[in-house]
């Protein structure tokens, strides 16, 4: 395989909005107690994690795993923040001290299909939400401004992202690079392994190629110079902040400085390995329906990068695949591998008529793998586990005993963290552990989504010797960065 490289120049943080420090502090019954109050009096710090959702909207989103979002998961919007970080080849040695976020600020990123919105509304909302004054955002603007429809991504007016910064600059030197990169390179080989072997039985009469070019790892490093990498994603979202366009964003200018040598250096590098006309394939409700404005603006940033070097990038759907003539070379951007339209895509690589960077054995593998300490509950387990979870235990020595026995499975299999991420196929569960209300919500989770995966996944989360913090504690947090194949 091709050796990957991480591109020295630094990426942003992806960080939960609060602490989750307050929720793992005290013991199990506390903990369940300390939900509760949260579900019937959400402080303004966590309303605000919610905007633009009004009141009815968010007593759902808190009766489920809503509820756990802003402080056990890394998303992107308003239930989270990004940093930026640096990287710095010439210090031989990181100084991995805990930083603390000293401000934050508000960006309104207006969707594609609220062109009717005036420029002047636009700049109204933008100059509000950078100071957070959402009262005045709601009564000055007309309803159909944050208009919600029906959609995947992107169901309201705007996106609302939360830049901040921190005290001190969070940079890492040559030591932590150096480790990545091996456990980059160890973490693709698995995919590799995965990918090749589905490639051997669906199409044995190609030859396996990985075909990786670029993509993004989503690292935890810790205050020891430990380093987990919980995906790597081919390619996910991270030139996008480059066509973000908005006056009052002081904070994001930070990091688009470090987007926008991210986007010179991948262009550069993909010049040598790109023919002069190139497509890239996205998901059919990004074209169709204008949906995921990131994914639009990565590909707008693609496509103005990638000119600067004579390469001209078609963008085409899934179900247009067959529009695309023999022989071109096709970036894939962020597919849906349980979509009826991929089929399309494995047809015509299977026939030899594209060359598809990644391999998409290789991509569709890559959404499966982790970095992380992974165990699974077997398939003869399962309901008794489940039913566990679901209890309503009717008192309190009952709901101990269920409490006990399912920390008794947890470390049975190895599960010690008191944060975890279960993978039901469709989407990851944010759990805490000791917490018999945060499990109830994974069968209902389960039951949703008609989950097809037999065995439950669960992936212990690093909530130790975390770096970035808050003034309540630790913030949950992962540092981006992309890597390139060797020009």
């Known amino acids: 395989m091709n050796e990957m490289l991480i591109v020295p120049i630094g990426g942003r943080i992806k960080a939960a909005a609060l602490s989750f420090t307050p929720f793992i502090s005290k013991d199990s019954i506390e903990i369940d107690e300390y939900l509760k109050e949260i579900r019937n009096n959400p402080t303004p710090d966590f309303l605000k994690c919610f905007f633009p959702s009004q009141k009815k909207r968010i007593k759902h989103l808190l009766s489920n795993i809503g509820l756990f979002r802003p402080f056990i998961k890394t998303d992107q919007g308003m239930g989270g923040n990004f940093i930026p970080f640096y990287v710095d080849q010439h210090l031989e040695q990181s100084t991995l001290l805990p930083v603390s976020i000293c401000q934050e600020e508000g960006i309104a990123i207006p969707e594609l299909y609220v062109s009717h919105v005036t420029q002047d509304k636009v700049r109204l909302i933008q100059k509000n939400i950078s100071n957070f004054s959402f009262k005045t955002i709601i009564d000055e603007l007309e309803d159909d401004t944050l208009l919600v429809r029906r959609a995947t991504k992107g169901r309201t007016g705007f996106l609302f992202i939360r830049p901040a910064i921190t005290e001190n600059k969070v940079v890492f030197g040559a030591d932590i690079l150096l480790q990545l990169n091996a456990k980059l390179n160890e973490l693709l080989r698995k995919i590799f392994e995965v990918a090749e072997a589905e490639h051997a039985a669906s199409a044995p ?115 247009e695949i067959e529009c695309i003539p023999n022989g071109k070379q ?80 947890l470390s049975r299999y190895g599960v010690n963290s008191d944060i975890a991420h279960v993978d039901i196929g469709s989407e990851l569960v944010p759990v805490l552990t000791k917490s018999l209300y945060s499990w109830r919500q994974l ?11 037999k065995e439950i996944r669960i992936r212990t989360i690093p909530d130790r010797g975390l770096l970035l913090k808050d003034k309540y504690g630790s913030r949950l947090h992962v540092y981006r960065f992309m890597f390139t194949i060797k020009p």
């Open 205 to 319: 009469h190609l030859p396996f190629k990985e075909n990786v070019l670029y993509g993004q790892v989503d690292a935890y490093i810790l205050q020891n110079g430990e380093i987990f990498i919980e995906k790597i994603h081919l390619p996910d979202v991270g030139l996008f902040l480059n066509s973000v366009s908005d006056p009052y964003g002081e904070i994001l200018k930070n990091v688009q400085m470090i987007t926008e040598r991210l986007q010179k250096t991948l262009c550069f590098n993909l010049a040598s390995y790109l023919d002069k006309e190139i497509y890239l394939l996205t998901r059919d409700e990004v074209l169709r329906n204008h949906e995921d404005i990131l994914e639009i603006k990565e590909i707008e940033n693609l496509c103005i990068g990638l000119s600067t070097f004579g390469i001209k990038a078609h963008v085409i759907s899934l179900s």
């Open 443 to 453: 069968p209902r989770r389960l039951d949703r989504y008609e989950s097809t995966e």
């Open 330 to 409: 096709v970036i894939l951007l962020n597919l849906d591998y349980q979509a009826s339209s991929i089929e399309n895509l494995f047809k015509r690589y299977k026939n030899n008529e594209l060359s598809c960077y990644p391999n998409p054995f290789v991509q569709k593998a890559s959404h499966k793998i982790t970095g992380l300490f992974e165990t699974t509950i077997p398939c003869k387990y399962r309901e008794n586990f489940l039913s566990l979870a679901r209890s309503l235990p009717k008192n309190s020595q009952a709901e101990r005993d269920v409490r006990e026995r399912l920390l008794g499975i």
